[in-house]
């Protein structure tokens, strides 16, 4: 019997001064400690799940950082020193965007937003999650296998949207904020031009190693979500052509790169 219990989703927003860091934090509590309650019905071990959601919302306010890579540590440090009864313990947390649009107003954003993991083991993993990416040209996919399924035209240049989640594993405790990656990552995409949405992903994992010696992997989770050109559109002028959206079965692409 393999058992976990936990709380999820807590919203916790902290302001220090005029800064801002939202997030839902999430607990999961594993190890066989609280096996009576699943056997027995004995809950004398059990941390509630609501003393836990309010454990997550005072400690947050001792956190001094800014990343939430950091918070998820620091809570599930305090959490495990706190109730010696959690053998181990998973926290993680989903940024709730705010952009900033001076020194203390914000806009919600429901755009991509970062992401962090800290695991029963010790390893810290952030992310950047829901990122829809589009270029009007320099991506190409030509050469593929056909057969008698196959009615996909090649093409040597096309539009390219795409929604990517990406996470990665951290080398060091130095962490990095995961808009600068969603940055680097855009950078790639503006500038590589690729033959598959394969290659684009190898690249932009490839060159983000490069560019922060703090990862140690990057994984990919992307969605091809390419607009089909309207019948017509391709005999319009060269610059000016209309697309829609395509059959709602969007193209899986994964990889994992490791340093």
Known sequence: MKISYGKLRVPVHRIAGDDLLAAEISIEVLGDNFL????????????????????????????????????????????????PVMESVRMSAKELRFDRLNARVYSRSGDDYGVATVEPDGTVRGGRHGMMLLKTRGSAFTKFARDEYTTLPERGDRPLFIRVDADWRYASDAFVESSAVRDHFAATFYDFVSESIQHLVHEMGRRALDAFPALSQIAFRGENHTYDPVPGAEDAE??????????????????????
């Open 36 to 83: 009576p309650a699943y056997t027995e019905g004995d809950n004398s071990a059990v941390v509630a799940t609501d003393t836990m959601k309010n454990f997550i919302l005072r400690e947050s306010l001792s956190y001094n950082g800014t990343s939430l890579e950091g918070l998820v540590q620091h809570l599930g440090q305090r959490f495990t020193s706190t109730y």
């Open 238 to 259: 060269p610059l000016s052509k209309t697309y829609t959206s395509p059959f709602p079965a969007w193209g899986l692409i994964t990889l994992v790169l490791d340093r």
